[in-house]
């Protein structure tokens, strides 16, 4: 509660000291002593003054105003502050997201670039030309025996360049163009591993000394289980047997 001190007393007190210094005045001034009366009537009048308060709790309720708006302009910026934390979590969660999907997104595209790739490769090696002479070893000669070199050379002529590379692949790592390779345990041979390798008399019947015969087979079972040697060699790389 406001404490309020009344002025009344010192109202009367001012109006008596106007008073008497009226009469003074009036006394010098050679006029009457009446001409006071208005001023005490006027002083008479300020009693009615109204009480007023304290200036000490006036000071205290400025200092809770004060304390006041400093707590609201706190909640304020603390409000604030949260709002922003919880926008920047957001974005940060939105950015993960938009992250993973371009990631995802390029993974799949990269995916399907490679499956066209390997489409196109395996067209162009199934238009590739071919080569095919006649069986029971065609245009080279008979021999005794024969090197990894003059093995390689026929397999280069009766493949042909677009897919020897493929077949050389899959021959290095079945025989190492040994063309009297066997296999003790499954009884696979020569040169691409027939099993068994009667199945290479189809291209004549010294498939077991000619390189050009087991060859021609091997060309043959290539191109029509999977379309080429390249063909086979993808088959191979996935499963390590064809």
Known sequence: MTTRISVRGFAVASATAVTTVGAVVGVAAGGQQGTAEPVELAAADATLLADIPVGGNTQAQTASLTQQAD???????????KAAEESARKQAAQDAADKKQAAEEAKRKAAEEAAKKREAELAASRSAERSAPAAGGGDFPQQASYTVEQVK?????IVGGGQFQCFSNIVQRESTWNYRAQNPSSGAYGLVQALPGTKMASEGADWRT?????IRWGLKYMNERYGSPCGAWQFWQANHWY
């Open 210 to 214: 000619n390189p050009a015969t087991q």
């Open 71 to 81: 707590l609201q302009a706190d909640a304020a910026s603390a409000a604030a502050r």
């Open 153 to 157: 050379a026929m397999a280069q002529q």
